[in-house]
Each structure stands twice: as C-alpha cells, then as structure tokens.
C-alpha cells in the first residue's frame, strides 16, 4: 500500500529542524526501498523549510501512521501537522527514475485537498515533467480525498494548472526538492 505523508513545519522550528538533519536522514535510510519520492517544501524565498514529503509503500496504514509519527523531527516538535493518505502510484516509478534527475528546473509539490466527486485520477498525457502523480484516498483506497503531484514547471502558476482547479476545495502549491542521500 502506498502513502503520501506531508508534515507541515511548526513557525519557528527552523534550527531545531537543522540540529535533526542527520537523525532525519539516518530514520529515512531504514526505508530506502519502500520510498518513492521525498524531499523538502520551501516558502516563496526558496530557502525557509515549510514541510517534508514523503510517499512510501508500507504493508498498511498502522505501518504508515507509525513511519509518519516516529519520525524524528516529529518526536521533537519540527512539524505542527502531519497529512497522511493512502496513495496511487499512477506513474508506478520512484524520483530515481524520473529522467531529469536531481537538479534543473524549478520543483514543486501540488496538494489538491479533494471536493466532491473524483477528479484527476489519470495522468494527463503528454506531460514528461511529472515526477510523481496520484490521488490521495481514505485508509480503506475507496474514497478520493484529493491529488498529489511532484513536478517540474516554469513557475507556481504552471505546476498549479496539473490539477483541475474548480473541483477542489484548495489547491497548494509548495517549492520542493528531491530529497535524501541518494
């Protein structure tokens, strides 16, 4: 089963966040082979931490809940919230595999939180610049909660227009990079 977990910084946790970074690290290394993507979300400056992506495949969701809360920078107050759905991996890749890598162009993370009936459940065509795609669905995977998208595009306005804007409640856009050692 896949998970998407957001935990979204606490105001004011910036150096108690960098004082973690390798307790962080070395909890993320135990779960190398379940990741699909993760890395850092950024505030408009491109620097101030505001979350941490993580999209994970665990056996189910007490397995999620207990990789999203054992966390260390969760342990420690880093994070004021933590949202956790189950996950579709449409794109049925990791990061690693996305073909432009690490570094060029500007990422983001787009987190449509869902408003009625489902909406964005297939990859829209043509798009080279996804790096992961799905929607966000209650623990049991029957209910559509929203869509989580990692990207690359020109500028937050481009990566916005992914999803289909008029059938959220909200639409985040959040600056984001890959994440980790690899």
């Given at each position: ?99 432009g890598g690490r570094s060029g162009g500007n990422r983001y993370l787009v987190l449509g939180l869902g408003q009625g009936p489902a909406v964005d459940l297939a990859v ?59």
């Amino acid at each position: 089963m896949e998970f998407f977990c957001y935990h979204r910084d606490r105001f004011g946790s910036l150096a108690l966040r960098e004082g973690l970074v390798e307790e962080h690290w070395s909890y993320m290394d135990r779960y190398a082979k379940e990741l699909i993507a993760r890395g850092p979300t950024f505030a408009g400056d491109g620097e101030t931490p505001t979350g941490s992506v993580h999209i994970v495949d665990l056996p189910d969701p007490a397995a999620a809940r207990a990789f999203a809360f054992d966390e260390p920078n969760y342990q420690a107050g880093v994070y004021r919230e933590v949202l956790l759905r189950r996950w579709r991996n449409m794109l049925g890749s990791t990061m690693w595999d996305f073909p432009g890598g690490r570094s060029g162009g500007n990422r983001y993370l787009v987190l449509g939180l869902g408003q009625g009936p489902a909406v964005d459940l297939a990859v829209p065509p043509g798009r080279d610049d996804l790096v992961a795609y799905g929607p966000l669905l209650s623990d049991d995977g029957d209910t559509w909660l929203g869509t989580a998208v990692l990207l690359i595009a020109r500028d937050p306005d481009t990566a916005r227009t992914v999803l289909t804007a008029d059938r959220y409640a909200v639409i985040e856009v959040h600056d984001w990079e890959f994440g980790g050692r690899r």
